[in-house]
């Protein structure tokens, strides 16, 4: 039952259909250069952390709330990261670590109430949801570090062609903000 659970959060993240996810993911990761992977890991685990404590807490019918809003509110988290990491990510010698882990926090727990109806609903014929919810959450953070490490690397590759990083991460930070404006106006 663990591997089921575990490929199922795997997929979820890499899953097209969840593009808002990948989005998210490329949105915090993208100004980073390959060796800042440390950091990047340290990112998206915060991430992580914020959306397995919503979807443990809504799979347990403690939090309840509006998918609608939850709905509305996940393309705004998308374009607040990239807004942040398009005007604060390449100053020098400014430490915005802090920030991007308390954003990465908050908006794992908005994404997680994205998507516990559905894993209540996988989760409803088990006696105890903690090993399943622990291996779905593992296999989120393993979907989440593939889209890392194939961003990191795309950015990597466009370095060698003489692109500059800040160029490149420009570039697709403006492209999410757009295309995550459009899904809110949807």
Request: net charge neutral.
């Amino acid at each position: 039952m663990f591997k089921l659970f575990l490929e199922e959060g795997f997929n979820h993240i890499l899953d097209p259909q969840a593009y808002d996810h990948i989005m998210f993911v490329i949105a915090i990761c993208v100004i980073y250069k390959w060796t800042d992977w440390k950091k990047v890991i340290i990112l998206v685990t915060a991430f992580t952390v914020g959306h397995s404590l919503t979807l443990a807490l809504a799979s347990l019918d403690i939090v309840k709330v509006n998918s609608q809003l939850i709905e509305t509110l996940i393309p705004i988290t998308i374009i607040i990261s990239a807004a942040f990491n398009l005007i604060k990510g390449f100053r020098e010698g400014q430490d915005t670590g802090t920030i991007q882990y308390t954003l990465a926090t908050g908006f794992g727990l908005i994404h997680g109430l994205g998507f516990s109806n559905y894993l209540k609903s996988i989760l409803a014929g088990e006696d105890s949801i903690i090993g399943p919810l622990l291996a779905f959450n593992i296999g989120v953070e393993l979907g989440q570090l593939v889209i890392v490490l194939l961003t990191m690397l795309l950015g990597f590759l466009i370095g060698l062609i003489k692109v500059k990083h800040e160029w490149f991460a420009k570039t697709i930070l403006v492209f999410i903000i757009l295309f995550s404006i459009k899904l809110l106006l949807a």
